[in-house]
């Protein structure tokens, strides 16, 4: 049976907005819970979807002054905004040199680089906490850049890159007298443009999201992370829901604000990249 092109479209957007809305249903459950009562947030018979002795704002204002989430913003913004420049200078620098220049054991080099991709990075943990530590730098902003600061994923991405390129321009650019620096700065740098905004955009992602290293070396609560102090709003016997999911909802603000705000890039970068988040 042949369908019409209306038809199928009609079909097509139905998918995609019944698929939207199954995305959704957590995000909006987060929500509705965070207004609820502790009764309200783990009844069963009967079954509340929506508060129902009114919309209990105070969840909010309780987590808000207990974990002082000013602070908790400002450590974890200036967290990805960091890691984000960081991965991004070190990682186009060792692409650029993987891809288009010689030097002695430059494959043994790059297959250290993809051996680190393979293995978890929890194995890692030890020896940087130990690394950090000698340093004296735990609790700071330092300890929290640390493992951020060269990525082997960026290392690869951006390799990947500079090797599309014709090797036509480098050849061009030295003919009319350009250095090696002078190529990668005015000429290769900016065609390699997509593939820094997917990694940047990965690298804010892994660092918002990054959980066990916050807590290993920022434990205090004026250090730490978004992601750190939630894990404390649970307790160890009992959880107050409303309350983990206020905190939730107000850790995804920062997020929400980096997302709308580059929304055209992150639809281009990961369209780009071919990386799934």
């Given amino acids: 049976m042949n369908l019409s092109r209306t038809t199928k479209k009609i079909i097509m957007y139905l998918f995609l907005t019944a698929g939207a809305l199954v995305m959704l249903v957590p995000f909006a459950w987060m929500i509705l819970t ?5 009764s309200e947030a783990i009844s069963v018979n009967p079954f509340y979807i ?3 002795n009114g919309w209990h704002f105070e969840n909010f204002t309780e987590v808000w002054n207990s974990y002082n989430f000013l602070v908790l913003y400002g450590n974890t913004l200036l ?3 960091l890691r984000v420049v960081f991965a991004c200078l070190t990682a186009t620098l060792a692409g650029y040199a993987f891809a288009r220049l010689e030097f002695p054991f430059k494959k043994f080099f790059f297959s250290l680089i993809l051996i ?4 978890p990075g929890q194995i890692f943990i030890i020896p940087q906490y130990l690394m950090v530590s000698k340093l004296h730098v ?3 902003q330092i300890a929290l850049l640390f493992p951020g600061m060269v990525t082997a994923f960026g290392t690869y991405l951006c390799k990947q890159n500079y090797q599309r390129l014709p090797a036509s321009l480098a050849e061009a650019a030295e003919l009319d007298g350009c250095s090696i620096p002078q190529q990668f700065l005015y000429i290769m740098l900016p065609l390699t443009k997509s ?4 990694l940047s955009i990965f690298t804010a992602l892994f660092a918002y999201k990054d959980l066990m290293w916050s807590m290993v070396v920022c434990p205090k609560p004026e250090a730490t992370t978004l992601t750190a102090a939630l894990s404390k709003i649970q307790g160890q016997f009992t959880n107050n829901y409303p309350q983990v999911m206020a905190g939730a909802a107000m850790a995804v603000v920062p997020m929400l604000v980096i997302y709308f705000a580059f929304q055209k890039n992150f639809v281009e970068g990961i369209a780009t990249s071919g990386g799934k988040l």
């Fill in 79 to 81: 967290m990805i905004v």
């Fill in 50 to 52: 929506f508060p129902q």
């Fill in 116 to 119: 680190q991709m393979m293995v």
């Fill in 195 to 198: 593939s820094l905004v997917s």
């Fill in 34 to 38: 965070a207004f609820k009562t502790k």
């Fill in 138 to 140: 735990l609790n700071t």
